[in-house]
């Protein structure tokens, strides 16, 4: 029996440890965007880089990305200052001891990237089971993190653990792993850390699992990401908050000024009004249309299972998949500021906040979308008003290439798991560290993702459903066997 | 020397007491509209029982409005169930034993009203010295309620106290007072109370101080209010909140509804675009016009020290006093939902909120307007989206009459105070027991204010001029006195 049959068979006698840990790991509240979780997102780091280096991994080390004040910049865009953020470490660690093949050809050095911080948990009264305290339930884990990335990362750590393990403490190929605690807030530290030692990540393929399958069983590769520009817009009125009763008439109200922005910013089926901003957009290859339109999708199910609105939304003419995958998109997360409490408070608040995000798709680039969607809204300040339009952060948009070695041995793996086709899909959401490995490391990525569409990634109750952890950890063991 | 020159010679020897004792009530921190301070309310309450007792009142008794869960209903309108919710008590006391004048006409009755609850003191960070710590500076007490109304309500107790110590414990009118504690809440505790119970505070006249001067040394009577709506739109959209990257472009948005929404509610200009909601609105008359436009009012002075904005706003062809005091507006509080944090969460909210009010004028009544509002709101609702209307509170605009002897009386006792005739105004805010006294006990009210323009009233670092509280007490003083 070879090292990946072997190293399979540990996995599944393995099988209740792996969760066990996995459970460990989601307890530590590792939300990296707020900084009253500093340490646990620590925390969370050397969870990660004690097991690498337990399980055989060499040169286990944090590196750190943290300044006492720094700058958190758009990849190409103007830089936002955030006074007193900390950078989060990268983890980092390797094996390179891979025995060259009988012909002599070294072997190939795979890449594994994840992510140890999570979003926020809020709305807290919205999770069955508290957000942190990891809960099984109907054959799924429940956790936030679970799958995003937690679940997911750690999948890579048991595959090395499992290949280890049988194999004398060797592995198939040389590995490098890099984990990064910033992803849930635009991924700055390692965009830097790849600009200036991206070097000493040298690898022939990046592999990421931080995505889904495009349904139950059905093996997927994802192709293609939306980047992003993450955005607050303050509106300033008055010096100071005002009686409505005693100014209402002749103060100028920030949130009104907010709404009236907002609603020119898009129409009513969700075209964006900004000057421009399509411009760059490109429509997926015919070919892949047709791929999308073959998959399994039943919209109305989507709707009812998945969203749960009376009608879904978005721009005529074009499919979900389009919308969601092939068109940008802007979306309002929140408008801090003023009286949120039960009751009345009859201010006028002095300022308030939109936190504004736009998805972009290729070819656009946060620089440019940015510096029109600023133009734009500040061109349509209302009287009375100052308008502040700041970049949080931003992320490209990606396609990577399907036509290499990697891809054949992801689908080779997954169809030796799942027993299906691997289908090729796109994602929504912004990876940005796919961005910088195409930039920086000019490496191929592999998206090989195990989460459901219904695993209510940044939501309450997010989970992981428990099988899709174990194949995953198989479909791994399966691909870098593969690469051998 | 007559009681009244007595009772102004007492004052000023107490002045120091009579504001320490004020400082004690401001301690208390009896915000209405939080259930977590429902027994500071309740201690607040006990505060002014005690004292009114101390000085002399007789009857002195707590009344309770409070049911385990009530309904907070609009004075016409629908009505909205609010769970948990407990009523403040009222603060009742009399003092009914008036001599009659030599020809046997008996001594009018006297209604003083005041309020012992405030307002939430937030955003706490913008308070130069805490809410809750009452700090006098330059000649001005700084807290929370110093001026609305804790402190003009302690005027009206320190002027009967004045009274009573040096008249061998008589007044010169008969005086019944009646204090509430949920006037920052819509006061429907009071309302009810007076609906039911309207005989028990039989009184001639109503004496109100909560509201303000037109100018430093300009004694002032308010002849008008404002009534208002306050109501929360609720936009539900996705079931859970969704990731923006997975769902943006598919999945309706619960604030852009909202902007989308509230953009159409008024114009750019300020004009509110809800169908039939100027119908009923009364023109001020020429006179009042007149008078207004002759009041000491510079509008860019207004707007550099009072709003503090790059411009004011409102409708274009009124005057300020015109916006403020006889036109219906609209603004928004705040829009509570989503993420609120520092840095980025891309989450689309399952629902988001939004606080908004409308000022009403004469003859617009709450139950018409909310309906109309309602009806227009719902009519707008975006795609994919659910919309809920709900009504917070509500009170009726009014116009008091300036025909009769209490007017004469108080601009009589103002005249000697400050030296100078009193000016005619209206205010914006609501004060919705005006509205109740005029329905329930059918008497005229005097709306005599001693606060600034500048007193932060419902904003961080409120204040009341220290000058105008020991003003307050002696134009009430001459003004009870001058009854007699």
Known sequence: MGQVEAA???ARENKTRFVDELKALL???SVSTLPEHVDDVRQAAVFCATELKRIGMENVRLIETSEEERMIAASEGPAVLVPGRIGHPLVYAEWLGAAPAA????????LCYGHYDVQPPDPLDEWKTPPFEPTE????LYARGAVDDKGQMWMHVKALESLFSVGGGELPVNVRVILEG???VGGEGIANYLREHGAALKADVALVSDTEMFAPELPTLCVGLRGMIYTEIEARGARTDLHSGMYGGAAPNPFVALAQVIAKLKDEDGKILIPGFYDKVQKPTADELKAWAALPFDEEHYRETEVGSVELTGEPGYSVMERTWARPTLDVHGMPGGFTGAGAKTVIPAKALAKVSLRLVPDMTPAESFAQYEAFVESLCPK???LEVRLIHAGDPIVVSTDNVYVKAATDAMREVFGKETVFVRGGGSIPVVGDFVRN????TVLMGFGLPDDNLHAPNEKFHLANFHRGIESIVRFLGGLS
Chains 1, 2 share one sequence.
């Open 441 to 444: 490391l000019k490496v191929p």
């Open 137 to 140: 339930r109907d054959g799924n």
């Open 103 to 110: 012909d002599g050809t070294p072997k190939p050095t795979v």
């Open 27 to 29: 307890r530590i509240p």
């Open 8 to 10: 399979i068979g540990f």
């Open 384 to 386: 009375g008003i100052e």
């Open 182 to 184: 910033e992803e849930e």
